[in-house]
């Protein structure tokens, strides 16, 4: 190999990643036997292949935007070899950084998705089952019903990384690269984009993105061991007065949620939650359990849940997250004032898309309808200030064609004042592009990317296959 010159377009590279999956498959059944010696050696195993490395250098390199040479190539492939130094120096390169990245999430992943495959119970694979299930545990008849409910995402980046580092257990040369990881702010930069882009952070495919959820989660995963314990003690304890435990936990990233209609027992989970914050290193003070009345408000991950009777419950976006889309699509239509029309209209559907996806189970069309009008007259006066000398007429003829029979996914529409225009890209279904309205139906939506949200997405006992591009329009 160090002699050879690699000829990178005549490499299998179906062969080289069914060999990386192969392999993520044996560690992923040892975790899930709990053979821990076992994983430890197949993960040092896979961490000194060389087919590996090429693997993650090719994966790197297809998601970067200006062309990469062979010899960068071939020194980035070089460079990868420098995690068994345990190195991560600043003066690398961004490729060389998410070439290392990347190579420590494809060793942990197997691993942790076997432990959280176990313990699934404990966790809402997305936001829309979280919200599902706090409904139906609400929807419950109890006399009374307390709830204490946390988040984290303000707090993240005071985690001490020492505690993420001890919760992975793994052998000393992946601890150490670890550490050097965390230390070059991979955890804030995490907060940042969960603070400021929270409704596309299950599309994005960033390699510091699905290393950072995946560290987070292994150690907020902790806390359902105690709770576990716990409910067992207390269970063996009751089961001798003839009562019943009925407390649920659930968690979805950073927040925590605990239900239940005995008010001592939920304090003493409370205490033990405080505790184990302060433990990793978050000292935010717990709110005492609140009874939960016959109507339900709750606020969690920008969204407000309101049940108002058992057959009654309304779902709505957060008034930050309606605040929020108006603020950039103002900054879109500020800053790409000369640009197209046709990638204005790409860039606004993309988020008006990603945006209605997330909040898709909502039930509020009057919210939907009133962001749509405002969203409207800020397009509209984009458009305007392009053409000040233009009459309204030529304006909506150019612009605001109607449409007649458009097909948005799978129902047809008909609307006047519609921002449009005509493509010529043979790589679209469509030939007339618009700016969807949020009032439109896009329920059942796939998108063609791996979901980031959901760790446990990949079965690696019967699965092979690659991570696919975003592909939203």
């Known amino acids: 190999m160090k002699n050879r010159t690699i000829f990178w377009d005549i490499l299998d590279w179906d062969q080289i990643q069914q060999y990386v999956f192969k392999f993520q498959r044996k560690i992923y059944s040892a975790s899930l036997l709990k053979e821990r010696s076992r994983t430890q050696f197949l993960q040092r195993k896979f961490l000194h292949s060389k087919l590996l490395r090429l693997w993650v250098t090719n994966q790197v390199i297809k998601f970067q935007k200006k062309y990469v040479t062979s010899f960068e190539r071939h020194q980035i492939f070089l460079q990868l070899h420098n995690i068994m130094q345990m190195k991560y120096n600043k003066e690398d390169s961004e490729i060389i950084k998410e070439g290392k990245i990347l190579l420590i999430y494809l060793i942990l992943n197997p691993e942790w998705e076997a432990y959280f495959s176990i313990q699934k119970h404990n966790y809402s694979f997305s936001i829309k089952e979280l919200v599902r299930k706090i409904n139906h545990i609400a929807s419950k008849k109890y006399s009374s019903l307390y709830i204490i409910k946390i988040s984290l995402e303000h707090q993240i980046d005071l985690i001490y990384l020492s505690t993420i580092t001890k919760r992975l257990n793994t052998f000393s040369l992946m601890n150490d690269s670890v550490n050097h990881i965390l230390k070059s702010g991979l955890i804030q930069a995490y907060k940042e984009f969960i603070t400021r882009k929270f409704f596309i952070l299950q599309y994005n495919e960033r390699c510091n993105l699905k290393l950072s959820l995946l560290l987070l989660e292994a150690l907020f995963s ?67 359990p609140r009874k939960l009345s016959k109507s339900l408000n709750i606020e969690l991950n920008h969204y407000l849940i309101i049940k108002k009777s058992i057959k009654n419950t309304s779902i709505y976006p957060s008034k930050y997250a309606q605040t929020y889309l108006l603020e950039i699509i103002s900054n879109i239509t500020r800053k790409m004032r000369n640009a197209s029309l046709i990638l204005f209209v790409h860039v606004i559907s993309i988020v008006l898309k990603c945006w209605k996806s997330y909040f898709s189970i909502c039930n509020c069309s009057e919210i939907f309808n009133k962001l749509d009008n405002m969203i409207f007259q800020k397009i509209r006066a984009w458009v305007f200030r392009r053409h000040s000398n233009w009459s309204k007429d030529s304006i909506k003829q150019k612009y605001f064609a109607p449409i007649i029979d458009i097909k948005y996914y799978k129902r047809l529409y008909t609307g006047n004042w519609i921002l449009s225009t005509l493509s010529s890209s043979k790589n679209l279904d469509t030939t007339v592009m618009v700016v969807p309205k949020l009032r439109w139906h896009n329920d059942g939506v796939n998108f063609n990317q791996t979901n980031v949200s959901n760790l446990f997405h990949l079965n690696y006992l019967y699965r092979y296959g690659m991570y696919s591009k975003l592909n939203i329009l």
């Open 222 to 288: 902790e806390f359902s061991t105690i709770f576990c314990r716990y409910i067992n003690k207390r269970k063996l304890i009751e089961t001798t007065f003839q009562s019943t435990v009925n407390c649920q936990y659930v968690r979805y990233l950073h927040n925590f949620i605990i239900l239940d209609p005995e008010k001592s027992r939920i304090e003493d989970l409370r205490v033990l939650l405080q505790y184990w914050l302060h433990k990793i290193g978050i000292k935010k003070r717990i709110k005492k």
